[in-house]
């Protein structure tokens, strides 16, 4: 039995893409006869932090993960993350020579513009090449970010798609909504690099859902509270009824590199209303499953004309078991 060691900065129980994806993914290639091992945080004595709660740092991980490497001695190694875990462990592969693949799932430039000088950009994105560069292959979901990541001198950039329990996400019959229609909804974390807020200042009838939570919810419900409905974090059945009842799913992000929540909601028979951006322009396509433009107000109204079934003819294109089956040819 081959054994898989994958390290990450992200893993339940946080809420958001990369854990989520690892899971499913993980599930998978176990299924299929694999070894996988995992080291997270919670493995360590760690701490939040402060004013980036979803950071975690633990405490000396580096002698662990180290006997962790040279007694599983596993097959293939795989760093998911560039943050604390990811950066100890790339320094000892690199040290003892030991192969590994690396995964790139956010757009740095964009999610840090708002918050760090262009001094900084600079080093986060010379951190970010060194990172990457010294494994044998790095995934991205997207051809848009391949593109993007060669043009900035990132080497041996591989595709893995990502993709939707379509079993799960499919449009629930029964789901009636108490709110007025027509329902715009708004699915992930409640964060500022979300741009949540643009999708909250739309002039749109209606009803304004918003699911999730995160570190502006509180500021966010507190000053929109009275125009939208803010529901909290969702899952499983209850989330595939609430994306059921809604007409139009409206993803303001202009960070993603995919937007698993776009596929889940087309997969509900539901079109997106996006910017012409990374991740939403590599899945819709305008004016058939989704509506791509500036502004984020029109792209929602004019998914209202849009044939449901085409989302969901779109989302049996993206498949859990493919993303696995090409996870592993990309570890080798």
């Known amino acids: 039995m081959q054994k898989i060691l994958i390290i990450t900065d992200a893993w339940a129980p946080q809420v958001n893409g990369v854990a989520m994806v690892l899971d499913r993914i993980t599930k998978i290639i176990v299924e299929k006869g694999y070894d996988v091992q995992i080291i997270q945080h919670n493995l360590f004595h760690s701490f939040n932090v402060p004013f980036f709660p979803e950071v975690r740092i633990a405490f000396f991980p580096g002698r662990r993960i180290k006997k962790i490497l040279f007694e599983e001695k596993p097959d293939y190694v795989h760093i998911a993350t560039e943050g604390q875990l990811g950066f100890i462990a790339r320094i000892i592969c690199a040290k003892k020579k030991i192969k590994f693949t690396t995964a790139y799932h956010t757009n740095f430039d964009l999610y840090l513009q708002a918050r760090v000088s262009q001094f900084m950009l600079k080093i986060v994105g010379t951190y970010l090449r060194w990172f990457h560069n010294g494994s044998v292959a790095t995934m991205v979901s997207t051809r848009s970010l391949k593109k993007e990541l060669e043009k900035k001198g990132f080497r041996n950039v ?175």
């Open 158 to 332: 591989v595709i893995t798609p990502l993709g939707v329990d379509t079993e799960l996400f499919e449009k629930s019959k029964e789901a009636i909504s108490p709110y007025p229609k027509p329902i715009f909804t708004y699915l992930g974390r409640i964060a500022k690099e979300k741009n949540v807020e643009e999708f909250l200042n739309c002039n749109l009838s209606g009803t304004k859902l918003i699911i999730g939570d995160g570190p502006q919810r509180k500021q966010l419900e507190k000053i929109y509270g009275n125009n939208a409905v803010f529901l909290g974090a969702k899952i499983g059945q209850e989330l595939v009824d609430l994306l059921s009842q809604s007409d139009v799913l409206v993803f303001p992000s202009r960070t993603d590199t995919f937007g698993l929540v776009i596929v889940e909601a087309l997969a509900c028979g539901v079109p997106v209303a996006a910017h012409n951006v990374m991740g939403p322009k590599d899945i819709i396509t305008h004016n058939i499953d989704g509506f791509l433009d500036e502004d984020l107000g029109l792209a929602a109204r004019e998914c209202l004309k849009l044939d449901r079934n085409a989302c969901r003819k779109k989302a049996l294109m993206f498949s859990w078991e493919n993303s696995a089956d090409t996870f592993l040819r990309n570890l080798q």
